[in-house]
């Protein structure tokens, strides 16, 4: 895999790191006009460098670190947020986010994945990757929000559903298939947004919209594009020749129907502003609700079942 395809970010740290530089040394009108320019420079080349990420550079800003994550768009968006905890069964999971809040004066239900910043929360949160409680915590919020008709918004971002031996133990199949069920059936407004990394039935457990939407540098897919390299070729290094084949990106997934539309993305994509990128998901957020509330709940069940019913296209993949 090429050093360069992995490092895309390279020029725009240095200009970064010259433009601080150049902040922090007294130089009076002239500096100013310095920084100014490498300002517009910058600016400039983000743009440039992120219309033409290929699939598996989107793949890795869809998992940067600073990306905006559940919490994040939660405080920017919405206001009285209450988060619950536990799935009144097992224990509590903060892989998965859940509560009530308000948006635009309205009362709404949230569930959302959450990654960690650093390293002691990325490890309390499992690295986003939920556990059965988890989506067991979420099936009892969708209970509540059906109870009080409280419209659904989600967002998805994680690696999976976590794989491990205890996972397993207690259920992790059954809950994410309850899951899947418990939302095909909400007759409430359901709004998902896919703001990172869609993996497999992990991200879908709670991916079930009238509306799914799609931050544009995000990615959504069966699996990783190293685990799909590791199946095929028992070679994870092959894993950008499985992003591009897989089909993983936000153009290619709303051509095949996967997705209903594409949220842009600031220039240097949702992690460059966090501000920004909620302001604009917002937008597109209260566009879809307004329109779903104006369709009775017995036709938007039905048509969230065709929705998913009508996914499915059959091709010859190439691979290289």
Same mark, same amino acid.
């Given at each position: 895999?090429?050093?360069?395809?992995?490092?895309? =970010?390279?020029?725009?740290?240095?200009?970064?790191?010259?433009?601080?530089?150049?902040?922090?040394?007294?130089?009076?009108?002239?500096?100013?006009? =310095?920084?100014?320019?490498?300002?517009?420079?910058?600016?400039?080349?983000?743009?440039?460098?992120?219309?033409?990420?290929?699939?598996?550079?989107?793949?890795?800003?869809?998992?940067?670190?600073?990306?905006? #994550?559940? *919490?994040? #768009?939660?405080? *920017?968006?919405?206001?009285?947020?209450?988060?619950?905890?536990?799935?009144?069964?097992?224990?509590?999971?903060?892989?998965?986010?859940?509560?009530?809040?308000?948006?635009?004066?309205?009362?709404?239900?949230?569930?959302?994945?959450?990654?960690?910043?650093?390293?002691?929360?990325?490890?309390?949160?499992?690295?986003?990757?939920?556990?059965?409680?988890? #989506?067991?915590?979420?099936?009892?919020?969708?209970?509540?929000?059906?109870?009080?008709?409280?419209?659904?918004?989600?967002?998805?971002?994680?690696?999976?559903?976590?794989?491990?031996?205890?996972?397993?133990?207690?259920?992790?199949?059954?809950?994410?298939?309850?899951?899947?069920?418990?939302?095909?059936?909400?007759?409430?407004?359901?709004?998902?947004?896919?703001?990172? =990394?869609?993996?497999?039935?992990?991200? *879908?457990?709670?991916?079930?919209?009238?509306?799914?939407?799609?931050?544009?540098?995000?990615?959504?897919?069966?699996?990783?594009?190293?685990?799909?390299?590791?199946?095929?070729?028992?070679?994870?290094?092959?894993?950008?020749?499985?992003?591009?084949?897989?089909?993983?990106?936000?153009?290619?997934?709303?051509?095949?129907?996967?997705?209903?539309?594409?949220?842009?993305?600031?220039?240097?994509?949702?992690?460059?502003?966090?501000?920004?990128?909620?302001?604009?998901?917002?937008?597109?957020?209260?566009?879809?609700?307004?329109?779903?509330?104006?369709?009775?709940?017995?036709?938007?069940?039905?048509?969230?079942?065709?929705?998913?019913?009508?996914?499915?296209?059959?091709?010859?993949?190439?691979?290289?």
């Amino acid at each position: 895999m090429a050093a360069e395809e992995d490092d895309f =970010e390279r020029p725009l740290r240095e200009l970064e790191k010259k433009i601080e530089e150049l902040s922090g040394v007294p130089g009076g009108d002239d500096r100013a006009d =310095e920084i100014e320019r490498l300002e517009r420079r910058l600016q400039t080349l983000r743009e440039e460098v992120y219309a033409r990420l290929t699939p598996w550079q989107r793949a890795l800003v869809a998992r940067h670190p600073k990306r905006p #994550y559940t *919490l994040d #768009y939660v405080g *920017l968006l919405f206001s009285d947020f209450v988060e619950i905890h536990g799935d009144r069964k097992y224990a509590d999971d903060p892989a998965i986010v859940a509560g009530f809040a308000t948006y635009k004066g309205a009362p709404i239900a949230v569930i959302g994945h959450q990654k960690g910043r650093d390293t002691r929360e990325k490890v309390r949160r499992n690295f986003g990757m939920p556990r059965p409680e988890g #989506y067991r915590k979420a099936v009892r919020l969708m209970d509540l929000a059906e109870r009080f008709q409280r419209p659904l918004f989600t967002f998805v971002d994680t690696p999976g559903a976590y794989p491990g031996k205890g996972a397993e133990e207690r259920g992790q199949a059954e809950a994410i298939a309850v899951s899947l069920r418990t939302m095909a059936r909400l007759s409430v407004p359901i709004v998902v947004t896919v703001t990172g =990394e869609g993996g497999s039935g992990g991200a *879908l457990a709670i991916a079930v919209g009238d509306r799914v939407l799609m931050l544009e540098h995000a990615v959504y897919s069966v699996i990783s594009p190293e685990g799909c390299a590791a199946i095929l070729w028992s070679d994870q290094s092959k894993a950008k020749e499985a992003a591009r084949a897989m089909r993983i990106t936000a153009p290619d997934l709303k051509e095949l129907d996967i997705i209903d539309a594409i949220v842009p993305e600031p220039a240097g994509g949702a992690q460059a502003d966090h501000a920004k990128q909620a302001t604009i998901l917002g937008e597109h957020l209260m566009a879809c609700l307004e329109e779903l509330r104006t369709v009775a709940p017995a036709e938007r069940v039905e048509a969230r079942y065709q929705k998913f019913r009508r996914m499915g296209v059959f091709g010859q993949a190439k691979f290289f």
